[in-house]
């Protein structure tokens, strides 16, 4: 059976969804990624899987929920903590694995196993992003020369990387909005509103109009 990699970052102020801010504050920011990630662990948790392994950077919180085996994320940039993290969780226990970050709360047990599933006659799955990248990528094999070296957080990223697959047999799913700003953070939870992440959404954005209009009142 295949395995189910997450990899992420410990959700800090400051070291976290960036790009949020503004809006919203840096606390604010690391509160919406939190809830993300949380959503993306329930999800997996709630997908069958030969493994769960949350390659992580940061130490783990009480969003962790049981049955992850943690490794710290090794390697200099993204491609190459994509590439370790599928070394080691096939250190950990060989065979086909399918990794997705923690910017898709809106992910459902039901695309994880149409992944999981395809693996079993497809070489690679393929998630498309809305900007460019992937949400997703499944091997049957995690091979490094897959990954090393594809431009990330580009533009170009899923092109670059659907050639480094070409001669595969890939099967490709639908494609998701990543939350990187605050319209991908509105689009988001407008199609997952039961998710933590909506919620955590709404309170924040709350929030930032509540701190907007005592900013304004001080000015005049």
Known sequence: M?????????????????????????AQAALLAEAALAD?????????????VLALEGLPGPWLPPGFAVVPQRGGGLDERLAAAFADAHRLRPGPAVLIGMDTPQVTP??????????????????????GGYWLLGLRVPDPALLLGVPMSSPDTGRVQLERLSGLRVFHLPELVDVDTADDAHRVAASAAGTRFAAALREASAGARDVAGTSAGAAR
């Open 2 to 26: 295949t395995q189910i990699i997450v990899i992420a970052k410990e959700p800090v102020p400051g070291r976290v969804k960036s790009r949020l801010t503004p809006p919203f504050s840096p």
């Open 40 to 52: 993306t662990l329930e999800c997996v948790a709630a997908t069958p899987a030969a493994q769960r």
């Open 110 to 131: 039901a695309l994880l196993r149409a992944a999981v599933d395809a693996l079993s006659g497809h070489d690679a799955v393929y998630g498309p992003a809305a900007d």
